[in-house]
């Protein structure tokens, strides 16, 4: 079994090397480079099953998802005083004030921290804010992170900006911030809402964002909800074995022999590939499309559906990545552990990766070098990635699901050597931010955050899972999945997910109750 294989095949469905490379170049890169992203970062639709651009929404959902599309006129640059830094762009943000108390009361403000995509697909898949806002006569506002969706800068041309490092080097955490705090600061002048209070609410990186706009801004906002936000997954903080430990856990807590199933197929795959006519044999037992097959590809793929599989783990049937049924990892172990497959491995896996990618059943083929992509992520987060997102997610003991591993920094510096000439910053963020003893840190400077962590999601084991203070508290649940608390209510949802819920709307409406006090005595 080949080392080099680890997980780091989720950049398949992202990277745009095939502009550079061969083929068979390509995929030895690509089995040799690093995964770096969120879900939304390293989504998989292979073109026989690419989904309509609009979300299928249930009638609920479509009838509380409202907004406007606006834009901001937004600086290139907030920090420096060079000529290019005083251009500017357009910067997207959605809003709802079809629940707003209005100016008059001070009724409060609650914005989206965008990640890296288009907005308007994070508003989709974040019912819990449209379900708040009625109780709080909030202002719904979802802003868009530069380099994304409509908010592209240099005129809105893509390709101008996202060219090289010179005109990407605009594209950061800290740039998005400010434009957040630009953003929020305006549009309260001009609704004459000065004394509105702001909560930030985000999930995955969106998470991370609101938690640090509310530790670097907190003029800005009065409290943040950063969920699935794994903060502290920099500089060897957490493990580079805990992410792939968590998917590990979760199919292996749903049946010993399903792990063991996966765990064996790896070499089987390689043994396979090696005969003469293996490819096929493999093209033929997965239902690959005739364009292209290679063994590191098919790898990339069955590993990129049991990893967003596992970070997708939801309690209800979903729409979130790709179709797929309540309880996911359950489902793709009934698959392989159903006794109509025999011992027939690949027939296994097989039924188990239809869960993820073909759960409508509407693929005749798939495509292992399909480049979609649907929601406006690439070639953003490829940045990102390569300069201060370093998250420490490759390693694999020995008990993991996948192929021991060890992270290694080098495959991530040829990765971004290669396509920018740059060198990351691995320790950049926790120098920014802050990780490193946060709780030491937190408990005497910070104030009213929310993170929350669901232990099925593969990105907990870099979150924050205890209490640092009073007011910067964990809500950690044990069966939840990424960012799960964000998501639309239905009727099918377990009591945990309730209570999760209702505890987070009684610790915002704390802080909204200590916010108007405090307004009133100042007053």
Same mark, same amino acid.
């Given at each position: 079994?080949?080392?080099? *294989?680890?997980?780091?095949?989720?950049?398949?469905?992202?990277?745009?090397?095939?502009?550079?490379?061969?083929?068979?170049?390509?995929?030895? !890169?690509? #089995? @040799?480079?690093?995964?770096?992203?969120?879900?939304?970062? *390293?989504?998989?639709?292979?073109?026989? =099953?690419?989904?309509?651009?609009?979300?299928?929404?249930?009638?609920?959902?479509?009838?509380?998802? +409202?907004?406007?599309?606006?834009?901001?006129?937004?600086?290139?640059?907030?920090?420096?005083?060079?000529?290019?830094?005083?251009?500017?762009?357009?910067?997207? +943000?959605?809003?709802?004030?079809?629940?707003?108390?209005?100016?008059?009361?001070?009724?409060?403000?609650?914005?989206?921290?965008?990640?890296?995509?288009?907005?308007?697909?994070?508003?989709?898949?974040?019912?819990?804010?449209?379900?708040?806002?009625?109780?709080?006569?909030?202002?719904? =506002?979802?802003?868009?992170?530069?380099?994304?969706?409509?908010? /592209?800068?240099?005129?809105?041309?893509?390709?101008?900006?996202?060219?090289?490092?010179?005109?990407?080097?605009?594209?950061?955490?800290?740039?998005?911030?400010?434009?957040?705090?630009?953003?929020?600061?305006?549009?309260?002048?001009?609704?004459?809402?000065?004394?509105?209070?702001? /909560?930030?609410? &985000?999930?995955?990186?969106?998470?991370?964002?609101?938690?640090?706009?509310?530790?670097?801004?907190?003029?800005?906002?009065?409290?943040?909800?950063?969920?699935?936000?794994?903060?502290?997954?920099?500089?060897?903080?957490?493990?580079?074995?805990?992410?792939?430990?968590?998917?590990?856990?979760?199919?292996?807590?749903?049946?010993?022999?399903? +792990?063991?199933?996966?765990?064996?197929?790896?070499? $089987?795959?390689?043994?396979?590939?090696?005969?003469?006519?293996?490819?096929?044999?493999?093209?033929?037992?997965?239902? !690959?499309?005739?364009?292209? *097959?290679?063994?590191?590809?098919?790898?990339?793929?069955?590993?990129?559906?049991? @990893?967003?599989?596992? *970070?997708?783990?939801?309690?209800?049937?979903?729409?979130?990545?790709?179709?797929?049924?309540?309880?996911? /990892?359950?489902?793709?172990?009934?698959?392989?552990?159903?006794?109509?497959?025999?011992?027939?491995?690949?027939?296994?896996?097989?039924?188990? #990766?239809?869960?993820?990618?073909?759960?409508?059943?509407?693929?005749?083929?798939?495509?292992?070098?399909?480049?979609?992509?649907?929601?406006?992520?690439?070639?953003?987060?490829?940045?990102?990635?390569?300069? $201060?997102?370093?998250?420490?997610?490759?390693?694999?003991?020995?008990?993991?699901?996948?192929?021991?591993?060890?992270?290694?920094?080098?495959?991530?510096?040829?990765?971004?050597?290669?396509?920018?000439?740059?060198?990351?910053?691995?320790?950049?963020?926790?120098?920014?931010?802050?990780?490193?003893?946060?709780?030491?840190?937190?408990?005497?400077? &910070?104030?009213?955050?929310?993170?929350?962590?669901?232990?099925?999601?593969?990105?907990?084991?870099?979150?924050?899972?205890?209490?640092?203070?009073?007011?910067?508290?964990?809500?950690?649940?044990?069966?939840?999945?990424?960012?799960?608390?964000?998501?639309?209510?239905?009727?099918?949802?377990?009591?945990?997910?309730?209570?999760?819920?209702?505890?987070? /709307?009684?610790?915002?409406?704390?802080?909204?109750?200590?916010? +108007?006090?405090?307004?009133?005595?100042?007053?």
């Amino acid at each position: 079994m080949r080392e080099k *294989m680890g997980t780091n095949w989720l950049v398949l469905s992202y990277t745009v090397l095939a502009l550079l490379f061969t083929k068979s170049a390509e995929a030895k !890169i690509i #089995a @040799t480079t690093l995964k770096h992203g969120f879900p939304s970062s *390293m989504i998989i639709q292979p073109a026989a =099953v690419q989904q309509n651009d609009q979300l299928s929404l249930s009638d609920k959902e479509s009838n509380q998802i +409202y907004y406007k599309e606006k834009f901001f006129t937004q600086i290139l640059d907030h920090f420096n005083y060079n000529p290019q830094s005083y251009h500017t762009f357009q910067q997207r +943000y959605l809003i709802n004030d079809k629940y707003w108390g209005g100016p008059t009361t001070n009724s409060p403000i609650f914005v989206y921290t965008g990640n890296e995509g288009r907005i308007d697909w994070f508003a989709q898949n974040t019912g819990f804010m449209f379900e708040t806002a009625p109780r709080f006569n909030a202002l719904l =506002v979802f802003i868009e992170h530069r380099y994304y969706g409509k908010s /592209v800068p240099f005129g809105g041309n893509k390709e101008t900006a996202y060219a090289n490092s010179s005109t990407l080097g605009y594209l950061s955490s800290a740039q998005a911030l400010a434009d957040y705090a630009a953003v929020i600061l305006d549009l309260k002048n001009n609704l004459t809402a000065a004394d509105s209070p702001v /909560v930030v609410f &985000g999930g995955s990186y969106g998470g991370m964002l609101a938690a640090w706009l509310r530790l670097k801004y907190p003029h800005v906002a009065i409290g943040a909800l950063a969920s699935s936000a794994p903060i502290l997954n920099f500089d060897n903080i957490t493990s580079s074995f805990s992410f792939n430990n968590i998917i590990t856990q979760d199919f292996r807590s749903e049946s010993e022999n399903c +792990y063991n199933v996966i765990k064996r197929s790896w070499q $089987e795959i390689e043994e396979t590939a090696a005969k003469p006519g293996g490819l096929e044999i493999l093209r033929k037992s997965f239902k !690959i499309c005739k364009n292209y *097959m290679s063994t590191d590809y098919l790898e990339g793929w069955l590993g990129t559906a049991y @990893t967003y599989t596992a *970070m997708t783990d939801y309690p209800t049937p979903t729409n979130f990545l790709n179709p797929m049924p309540a309880y996911p /990892v359950k489902q793709m172990c009934k698959a392989i552990d159903d006794p109509k497959t025999g011992n027939n491995t690949f027939e296994k896996l097989y039924a188990a #990766a239809s869960i993820y990618y073909n759960y409508t059943g509407d693929a005749k083929c798939f495509n292992l070098i399909d480049r979609s992509d649907p929601h406006g992520i690439r070639p953003g987060w490829n940045w990102q990635a390569c300069t $201060e997102m370093i998250l420490l997610t490759d390693g694999n003991t020995e008990d993991s699901i996948f192929p021991a591993s060890n992270y290694s920094y080098n495959d991530r510096l040829q990765y971004c050597k290669s396509n920018y000439d740059i060198d990351p910053r691995p320790t950049w963020i926790p120098t920014e931010f802050g990780a490193r003893h946060i709780h030491r840190v937190l408990k005497r400077f &910070g104030s009213n955050i929310i993170f929350f962590n669901g232990l099925r999601d593969p990105w907990s084991g870099g979150g924050v899972l205890k209490d640092i203070s009073k007011s910067v508290v964990a809500i950690v649940a044990k069966e939840g999945a990424h960012h799960v608390d964000l998501r639309f209510s239905t009727s099918e949802d377990p009591e945990w997910l309730r209570d999760v819920r209702k505890r987070e /709307v009684h610790i915002i409406s704390n802080w909204l109750s200590q916010y +108007y006090h405090t307004l009133a005595d100042f007053s």
